[in-house]
């Protein structure tokens, strides 16, 4: 059930978001937010620590996603 009302908030807030910038900017957030997340909650509940590697690889998402937002003229700014 928590999952449920989870996946329903998440749609809900994306869906709020998609009045306001580009599918395609959205989703590339959604994603590269996702995917840190994912990565960081796998370390602090799992003990899944990321190699050089795969903190580097977070850190270009994070780049992009920042690049997206802050200097693309495809997004509302």
Request: overall charge positive; cysteine-free; aromatic content about 12%.
């Amino acid at each position: 059930m928590l999952v449920l009302l989870g996946y329903a908030t998440a749609f809900f807030f994306l869906s709020q978001v998609l009045d306001r910038i580009p599918v395609g900017v959205a989703y590339a957030v959604w994603a590269g937010g996702g995917i840190v997340l994912v990565a960081l909650v796998a370390w602090i509940v799992y003990g899944q620590r990321p190699d050089v590697a795969g903190f580097v690889g977070m850190g270009l998402i994070l780049a992009g996603v920042l690049v997206l937002n802050l200097l693309s003229k495809t997004g509302v700014h």
